[in-house]
């Protein structure tokens, strides 16, 4: 075999793997969605007052912020499981869910009596909140390591904390149809905590599962 025949064959191995990648990382996705849906309606459900809740902005926020950063963290995540990409706007773009839960919480407090913002920041399932979002969240960054796996990232460890944080925000998203505790007050604490619970797990997952 001649040396440009032999160069031409290695380029062609080394471009497969990372041209399938984002049909990997599609497919993934799905089954992430469709397992932590699963998981959902099989374990917990939604509220059964949901139809009077939705009535309340609040309810509203509680779920938007949450989705918004699943997408943009779904956006991200492909980018960092293929060498030579940067965020780029997406990066930034993660921003956008919690900085319209800092203005929420900023006008809910607003709106309301200072002797009112212990009971909203406690709420009533805080555990259940730091139990159920995980909970939710391993199926689905099981299916993301196995895309990233596919993939070639340089750097493992943010490469796993965006897996975690795009599982933890579609498992907070689907909580949030579940959980009474409706003040953003409460979801800027406790779910935030869940979700960086699971993307220390993700990080610290990273090096050791997505080596080349």
Known sequence: MK?????????????????????????????A???????FFASIGVRPDLAAAATSPWVWLKIGVNLALAATS???????GEPGQSMGVWGLALLIGPVVLAAGVGAELAM????????????????????????????????????LREGAPTNAGAAGA???????SMGATLYAFHCTDDSLLFVAVWYSIAIALIVAAGYALGPRLLRW
């Open 112 to 147: 309301s009596p200072a002797s009112s913002w212990w009971p909203k920041l406690v709420g009533t399932h805080a555990k259940y909140c730091l139990m159920l979002i995980p909970m939710l969240s391993a199926g689905p960054l099981a299916c993301l390591f196995f895309a």
């Open 3 to 31: 040396t440009e025949q032999l160069i031409d064959v290695l380029v062609a191995d080394n471009a497969t793997p990372q041209a399938r990648f984002p049909l990997i990382y599609a497919a993934s996705l799905i089954v």
């Open 33 to 39: 969605i469709g397992v932590a849906a699963l998981i």
């Open 162 to 168: 965006a897996a975690g944080l795009l599982a933890s």
């Open 74 to 80: 779904a956006k991200l995540l492909p980018r960092l």
